[in-house]
């Protein structure tokens, strides 16, 4: 049995030593993912992440959507000035994930591409990330927004965890060059969302729920805004015990103005709405235990 799962990798190596294409990384992609491969999955995960790289080392690659690589997300803003590209890999000895990310922006002074470093830790919240550090997750959308003729980039994010799941709106500056890239921003002023609350202004907020349920935080431009189900726990004692929360069938609203973001709770949203990811492709329900 190790020797034919060996045998897999080779083929698989050599499959992808030649110039990689959406087939190849659609593959690759899919490999590491199947429970009969559990015991490389590791050594196909880090093919396939060379492999993307290698891929999107090609100019002309720049914004190729890769619709047929399920366990990707490529995300571009409105202006296509740079694409994020995500993805998370099942740890199957814990349960949890591991979440992976580049970065490409073809007009930065020097390299134009970076590998993303999760950083996950506590007050992740309040840190301003650089030198290629985020907080991981699967980005299924970037919404475009601007304030005295400066562009702002604000992240939806996706951080599926063993009990609870955490969806994140992140920002993101891109800088003139790598070396000025961070994501985090103090265009958040909002003190609270739910139960979730800030003891200063934070760089990004969250959402943490049970990992069982589906939860909405997506752009609705018929809102003007990002639509987010609120947040509450099943029983009143089991409050910031993010494993017990899930909708409780009323909805917030974050809107833009000014220059920042700021929320609007209980709105008065009259019909239900998809939940997010609004890609449905994205995996949102990957099994790390097979």
């Not at 927004?145 to 992240?155: F, V």
């Not at 060059?177 to 003891?199: A, M, P, T, V, W």
């Not at 509450?232 to 015990?241: D, F, G, H, V």
Request: aromatic content about 14%; charged content about 25%.
């Amino acid at each position: 049995m190790r020797r034919n799962s060996l045998l897999a990798v080779l083929i698989l190596c050599f499959s992808a030593a030649a110039q990689p294409t959406e087939e190849t990384l659609k593959r690759l992609g899919n490999e590491y993912l199947k429970p009969s491969n559990s015991a490389i999955s590791d050594s196909l995960a880090n093919l396939f992440a060379d492999s993307l790289w290698a891929f999107i080392s090609i100019e002309s690659n720049f914004g190729v959507p890769l619709n047929k690589v399920n366990n990707l997300s490529v995300q571009l803003p409105d202006d296509k000035s740079f694409a994020l590209y995500s993805w998370a890999v099942p740890k199957k000895q814990t349960g949890e994930y591991s979440f992976h990310g580049y970065l490409w922006k073809p007009d930065w002074n020097g390299p134009k591409r970076i590998v993303l470093e999760d950083y996950n830790a506590e007050g992740e919240v309040y840190r301003w990330l650089k030198g290629g550090q985020w907080v991981g997750g699967i980005c299924y959308d970037i919404i475009t927004k601007k304030s005295k003729g400066q562009k702002s980039y604000t992240l939806l994010t996706f951080r599926p965890g063993r009990t609870y799941h955490t969806k994140y709106i992140d920002a993101i500056e891109p800088g003139k060059s790598r070396k000025q890239l961070h994501f985090g921003s103090k265009i958040f002023n909002i003190q609270s969302n739910g139960d979730e609350h800030y003891l200063r202004r934070p760089y990004r907020i969250q959402f943490r729920y049970n990992s069982s349920v589906s939860v909405a935080v997506r752009w609705d431009g018929k809102h003007s805004g990002i639509i987010c189900d609120h947040l509450a726990p099943s029983k009143e004692n089991l409050k910031e015990k993010w494993f017990a929360y899930g909708p409780d069938f009323s909805y917030d609203r974050i809107y833009w103005e000014r220059g920042k973001w700021y929320i609007e709770e209980g709105y008065p949203l009259v019909q239900n709405i998809d939940i997010a990811p609004t890609n449905g492709r994205i995996p949102t329900t990957l099994d790390p235990k097979k």
